[in-house]
């Protein structure tokens, strides 16, 4: 071939243009990593917990998540504690353990690619001993406690404290005296509920001081029980009662008894009793369940003056319209300070009106600053 034919195809292949690289593929794109990551002690906790924070990955929209991975101080490999989607900048870390020190890393994660932060450093979990985002608590709780104080200190002192009237508990006197007046006993009904309920604690409290008066107009009392330990406290309150009132010579033991814990076979045995010794007076104290009207409807039919007092509220429109009196909720609650005039539960009751009376005030001041400002109301009450 000619030489000069050659010289040319060689300049031309020479000269001749590479071809064009396309873009690289989407699985050799390497991510670019979250940045800025701390890790912290998990505030106002009691410990096992670390907060971790990091800046999120300038390739958040691509990523399906952040994978959470920790480090212990003496151990060589990273372990997975949690994953987060994307948009998201924060983990708490509730598997920590007060006794060790960890670092922390964040990978971001889309599909089977990946990419480091760089690690945290070192913390440690630990329990605090306050919680400062409950000072409002820690704030009504003195005052709470204060106002308690203080109507204590004044009834100790011979002030005389209010409380309003409650018309059951005045009626009290007159139906003991109308039982002494007929020769007929008092019945006392301490709910069928055990000591683990509030209204049956409030129950015997009232049952204490209708015994001291019974023991006082030598009145026969009776207190049939359904739960085998409200029978064993129930039978101690009278007694002392009786010994309070300096008549312990009185005091039967038959006269609390404990009958069944079944509930419509105590309520039989109840009713039964009241049918045939016809008592001048029932107290229906406690927490009742559908028993309550069985029980009602029995003493208004032999005519005996009935005072109830419940906290059930599906129960209180029986008594209000079988008894002649109805203690409503916390009128139960109050009746042993209204009858007693004891200092210190005086001071519970007024310290309890006080406190109740305050955040009454407190719910209509911030209730209007909600309606005629922006300012949200947690931000005053707390979280």
Known sequence: MNPLILVWLALSQSAAPLPES??????????APPGAVTSTDNPNDDGGKIRVAWTLSPDDERLEGYRIER??????QFVKVGFVGRHISTFTDDRADDQFQYHYRIVAVSGDRSSESATSGFVRSSPQWFHFGRVNVLVAGLLFSFLVLFFTLQARRGVKLFIRRISGLDAVDEALGRATE????????????????????????ILGEVAKKTAHYGTPLVVPNRDPIVYTVAR???KEAYTQAGRPDAFSPDSVYFITDNQFAYAAAVDGYMVRERPATNFLMGYFWAESLILAETGSSIGAIQIAGTD????????????DYTLLGEELYAASAYLSREPLLMGAIKGQDYGKAIIVILLIVMSVL???TKLPVTRIFGQ
């Open 22 to 31: 396309g873009p690289a593929p989407a699985s050799e794109v390497r991510l």
């Open 71 to 76: 480090q212990a101080r003496d151990s060589a």
């Open 182 to 205: 007929m020769g007929r006993p008092i019945l006392f009904v301490p709910g069928l509920s055990t000591m683990d309920d509030v209204a049956t604690i409030a129950a015997l409290n």
């Open 236 to 238: 101690e309150v009278v």
């Open 312 to 323: 059930s509220v599906t129960q209180l429109p029986f008594f209000v319209t079988a008894c």
């Open 370 to 372: 909600a309606l005629t």
